[in-house]
Every structure is written in C-alpha cells, then in structure tokens.
C-alpha cells in the first residue's frame, strides 16, 4: 500500500486547510484510515480515523468540533477538513493505513505516508 499525503501549508490562526491522502497498491477498502501528527520535539499522536466503510470516525479530544475526516472510495482517497486552526495544530501530519480494528493507534498502523507540513501562524 502506497500512501501521498498533500495539501499542507502556511495559514493564519482560525483559517482552514483541507489535507489529502492518495491511497494505491491495495484494496482501499480493506483498510480503516487515520491522520496523525508529529511537532517538533514531541512524539507523534493520533489525531482522527475512519473505518473501512466510513461509518466511524474518531478524533482527539483537541480537534473534536474542529476537524473532520473522510474517505472517498471511488478516488481512494482520505481527507482531512481543518478549521479554525490554532498554532499548537502546528505539525507534520501524517496519513496511514491499518488492516485491523484498532484505529486510534499508531502501533496499529502498517502502511504510512510521507507527510505534509501545517503551520498555523498566531
């Protein structure tokens, strides 16, 4: 499984960015996808999910209200809506995939991205 993270960059405090993952290699729907980030100096942790069949999703409790994951499966792709951005959003995000129930995770994850960088100016 190949996964393309895109869509970071540079915004002010309380505006928005969308970030994307290209999922190939597999059946995109044998997997239950996440989002998760790492700033610097700090370990990597999880930020949302969403099943294989998108029914359920999950978030930290710091985004809950804020961002939103989905999955497109006729593009397999994985997104992640942020709004109302703040600094300590700051972070590489990571996208990733996992073939089992456990999706809040990171040692669950198998496959993951590159990574894209938002930073959230105050």
């Known amino acids: 499984v190949q996964l393309q993270a895109s869509g970071g960059g540079l915004v002010p405090a309380g505006g928005s960015l969308r970030l994307s993952c290209a999922v190939s290699?597999?059946?995109?729907?044998?997997?239950?996808m996440g989002w998760f980030r790492q700033a610097p100096g700090k370990e990597r942790e999880f930020v949302a999910s969403?099943?294989?069949?998108?029914?359920?999703?999950y978030y930290t409790d710091s985004v809950k209200g804020r961002f939103t994951i989905s999955r497109d499966s006729a593009k397999n792709m994985v997104y992640l809506q942020m709004n109302s951005l703040k600094p300590e959003d700051t972070a590489v995000y990571y996208c990733?995939?996992?073939?089992?129930?456990?999706?809040?995770?990171?040692?669950?994850?198998?496959?993951w991205g590159q990574g894209t960088q938002v930073t959230v100016s105050s």
């Open positions: 969403i099943s294989r069949g998108g029914v359920i999703t």
């Open positions: 990733a995939a996992t073939a089992t129930r456990t999706i809040t995770r990171a040692t669950t994850y198998d496959f």
């Open positions: 290699g597999s059946t995109f729907s044998s997997y239950a």
